[in-house]
């Protein structure tokens, strides 16, 4: 494995006009402060902006041209918004920042490009505001690789990294996810290593469970605390989510993998359920 960056030079943020949006978008741009990264803004417009339902029926070549340049003229508009409000973020933060459109009809090809280029992704959930209708948070990642941070839109918290949480489970998505949330845990006030039902497979974990990773992380971050716990049968996703609430986390980091058997990649069967009702915001990877 390569060696992880120090720190976070650039991050991407799906954002709109709605709440949530302008939400994500300040959590975003607090990291870009913190971090001295470059913000990239993303927005998709949705359907036809400027379309009305007697658009289909246009006829000629005048008819047709003027409905191409209502529909360009609207997403101009739109691009405009969404710049002006991304331009709002940079003064507040003193941040450097940039807007990409992801105008209708090319979503496919532009959210993936839009994403390669990265440290960092940030989305809001359940439905993230600027992410085209067919693209979810897991079919991001599992395109793209780039780590990705999922905040909820019912979250309440003002801080994301002060305490962190780490799902260890001794594999490859796990560590792959330390290695991305690295410039993070090495800011944090605390971090939690947490290793649920280690027993059901010594192999594993070894002597120890948790604690060579939690020694390696102790190396890198201030203050590092090892908690081994057993389910006793409750899905590991709430014992999760319970513990990181009692230890009072703003952040989970927890490595994502997928299912060979299926058509479509899809999240591990903890991870999506840790999402489905997220209590904090997640630095999920793979």
């Known amino acids: 494995m390569t060696d992880t960056p120090t720190n976070w030079k650039s991050i991407s943020v799906f954002l709109d006009d709605t709440p949530q949006g302008e939400k994500v978008g300040n959590h975003a741009a607090t990291l870009a402060r913190r971090f001295g990264a470059h913000l990239i803004g993303i927005n998709s417009i949705e359907g036809i902006p400027g379309g009305y ?68 992704v940030v989305l809001g959930h359940p439905k ?26 019912d979250w309440k918290g003002e801080f994301i990294g002060s305490k962190v949480m780490v799902a260890w489970n001794a594999s490859r998505e796990a560590r792959r996810a330390i290695a991305d949330a690295m410039p993070i845990l090495c800011t944090a006030q605390t971090v939690t290593v947490l290793v649920v039902d280690s027993v059901r497979t010594p192999e594993k974990y070894g002597e120890a469970p948790g604690a ?68 904090m915001p997640a630095l999920v990877s793979r």
């Open 128 to 153: 993230p505001p600027g992410l085209p209708e067919n693209w979810t948070a897991e079919r991001l990642l599992m395109a793209s690789g780039v780590p990705i941070l999922i905040i909820p839109d």
């Open 53 to 120: 339902s007697s658009d289909s029926f246009a006829r000629g070549k005048q008819a047709i041209d003027d409905v191409i340049a209502r529909h360009r003229s609207a997403e101009e508009l739109l691009a405009l918004s969404f710049a002006r409000r991304l331009a709002a973020l940079s003064r507040k933060h003193d941040i450097g920042t940039e807007f990409r459109v992801i105008r209708w009809g090319y979503g496919e090809e532009e959210v993936l490009l839009n994403s390669l280029h990265c440290d960092l």
């Open 212 to 279: 060579d990773i939690a020694t390696y992380l102790a190396r890198h971050c201030e203050r590092v605390d090892l908690h081994q716990v057993e389910s006793g049968g409750a899905p590991i996703a709430e014992i999760i989510g319970a513990r990181a609430m009692e230890q009072e986390a703003d952040l989970i980091v927890i490595g994502a993998y997928s299912h060979a058997r299926s058509a479509e990649m899809i999240f591990g069967g903890v991870t999506r359920a840790l999402l489905a009702r997220m209590p």
